[in-house]
């Protein structure tokens, strides 16, 4: 068995090596599970890293990334569908619920952006209640004040020069 001390925390023979191992990471009811990796690990402070000679980071790395897109991709699955479900255009969705850009919903829908949480609990609030939408077209009204501000420069030393 392969021991050293641990560079970590600085334990004495506490960072100890393992192979074969299996790892299964969950995200919102998936699963991707990596088999055969190797890395070390304190038995002290549990950190640990990937070994560096195998390709286990890479392939976890991987599996991990793969995982965040499905989750994306099933987000955005979501959105498109509970916005359709309203009869929203993607345009009238970013201007009445998520404002951004003119194509921040279809960036959403395509599972390429992870939509902001209150966005999403917004959109399952109206799915759970459709009628809603009414109440939320009336109060959109004048709810987003950028922009909604005139301003004019003073010149004083005009004004001064003047009186
Ligand atoms: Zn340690």
Redesign the pocket.
């Given at each position: 068995m392969k021991v050293k001390n641990?560079y970590?925390?600085?334990?004495p023979d506490?960072?100890h090596y393992f192979e074969g191992r299996s790892e299964t990471m969950r995200v919102k009811g998936m699963e991707r599970r990596v088999d055969n990796l190797s890395g070390w690990e304190?038995?002290?402070?549990?950190?640990g890293f990937w070994d560096p000679d195998t390709d286990s980071a890479d392939r976890y790395g991987e599996a991990g990334d793969e995982l965040v897109i499905a989750a994306q991709k099933m987000i955005g699955a979501e959105m498109k569908r509970i916005r359709r479900k309203l009869h929203l255009t993607q345009k009238e969705a970013v201007k009445l619920l998520s404002g951004g850009g003119h194509n921040a919903f279809s960036r959403y829908e395509r599972g390429e952006l992870l939509p902001p949480k209150p966005l999403v609990l917004l959109m399952r609030l109206l799915d759970r209640h459709p009628h809603l939408l009414a109440d939320a077209e009336d109060l959109a009204e004048g709810a987003d004040m950028r922009g909604a501000f005139t301003y004019t420069v003073n010149n004083d030393a005009e004004a001064l020069k003047a009186s």
């Open positions: 641990c970590i925390c600085g334990a506490a960072l304190c038995h002290e402070c549990g950190d």
